[in-house]
């Protein structure tokens, strides 16, 4: 329970109508605690940290003045929303957040009638809400729905092409405008510092108090924006608004705008939302905040202090010491890509705005020329490379698995079929763990072993990753290499830049009876297992090519094939042995083991491999049953 001396108003809130119930001038008080609360608990078990301190003020807000549940919150980047749970039901749960069976790291429908819209990654809310106002207009309901969108996600296409539709929905005479609330959350962030030209016009934006009275005044006397004089004034608004703000996009697209203003300035932030929160058609409010704001460390570290392991509060976040820190499958691949740039000067590195994430950070510094943070954008990240394939370069994009499903019609129609020289670097590919089924790379095996011309590589450890970026690398045409979050079994890797033959496996252990014919990070698991039962264990390397002879001498010398991997079971590398059995007239039995046909939860890497059946004991359990 929550302690109601150190939280004497917080404890007395356990859903927004409790909230409700508190004097408008009490709530900078709640805002407080509500911020020392959030730092006490994610302190103790770690999440995200920097993004929720920044909407302290505008959680508050909204749940006080619009009634939730039944007016709509849908939030953008989901890790903003911890205020948000505490505030709606999850208070003294929130401690378990990413842990199994505890709270999610990201709103999620089936956890609370308060979370309106799932979410783990950014741009969506817009569209999301806008659907949502559509739907409720055709139903003449008159509840209120606000996006809330932030941390970089502006940056993201979708949120234009949502601008672009609920803006657009006015120049029809005979279509109603939804009623629809945008609040830009600019802190000039996401997980890094926001980049490109959407970030320097928001830069730009300043507010105009007395422009919006007199576009108010002129709306009420003129009536009818359809209407000759109506549309003549709205244009000399536009011209006129022109002369003292350097941007006018989101009017230009139809959106009323309002801001910026002090995001943490709570009764300034608390004045706008009332004066608009009844306001029809499209509105747009722009506040400014600072990520990590009331907490110092985060303020002056706010990448840094994105997301933490448990820290000391009262210390921050202290560098461990002793012993040599254990090489990531993330790192292997930031040194590699700065070891291969080296030897090749057409190497170009490109991400969607996850470059401490994708390992990308010492690139950055070493080889800034040749680096693009594209911002969170990934179907532009695709083409771009693309296009700088068409000229004689050599693109590396550095992508997480749930990411590169945003860009796969590009890679499909832009890079693939077109056969050019693109090579994806997948990280977060499988199991993920604590993030949940929004973040998962569990689909990536078979989404790309269906696409013509690409080649699939699966690193069993952090030599071979090496290896196979490398042999990816020099391979022409489309390829990706996938690996996992996290580290690996501990390989010695060679500073050499060796390639591997492309579509080829190798027997690391000679049995009988059954073979395992491992795709990825599962071979150590089956190492252990096949050394207990004498079974063969084959390193196949590659979901595509196979290795038909591979496959073939296997099949014919063992009784049972035994297929695993860290992906799906459906489509996946298995399904790809079995198709190639099937084709060669071989009856050979071919058992998979992989990850369910279902959305895992979040929990640790270890426990979904468990939940799986593709860590040790689950390999074992599967071939104590093929043999009894």
Known sequence: MTDSELFPRLSRIHVPADLRQVPEDELPEVASELRRYLIQEVSKVGGHFGAGLGVIELTVSLHWLFETPHDRLVWDVG???????????????????????????????????????????????????????????????????????????????????????????????DRQEPNLLVIVNDNQMSISENVGGVTKMLGKLTSSVTLNKLRDGAKQLLGDKHTGPAKVVKRWEEHWKGTFLPSTMFEQMGFHYTGPIDGHDLPALLKALKLLKDRKGPQVLHIMTTKGKGYELAEGDQIGYHAVSPFDPAQGMVAKVGGVKKPTYTDVFGDWICDMAKSDPKLIGITPAMREGSGLVRFSKEYPQRYYDVAIAEQHAVTLAAGMACEGMKPVVAIYSTFLQRGYDQLVHDVAIQNLDVMFAIDRAGVVGPDGATHAGNLDISFLRCVPNMVLAVPSDENECRQLLTTCYRHEGPTAVRYPRGTGPGAVISESLDTLPVGKGEVRRQGQDIALLVFGTPLAAAMQVAAECNATVANMRFAKPLDRDLILELAATHRVLVTVEDNVVAGGAGSGVAELLSAAGVDTRVVHLGLPDAFQHHGTREQLLAEAGIDADGIRMALATLRA
Request: proline share 5%.
């Open 79 to 173: 890790h903003q929303t911890y205020p948000h749970k505490i505030l709606t039901g999850r208070r003294d749960t929130i401690a378990t957040v990413k842990q199994k069976d505890g709270v999610a790291p990201f709103p999620k429908r089936e956890e609370s009638e308060y979370d309106t819209f799932g979410v783990g990654h950014s741009s969506t809310s817009i569209s999301a809400a806008l659907g949502m106002a559509i739907a409720l207009q055709a139903q003449n309901d008159p509840r209120h729905v606000v996006a809330i969108i932030g941390d970089g996600a502006m940056t993201g296409g979708m949120a234009f092409e949502a601008l672009a539709h609920g803006g657009g929905l006015a120049d029809d005479p």
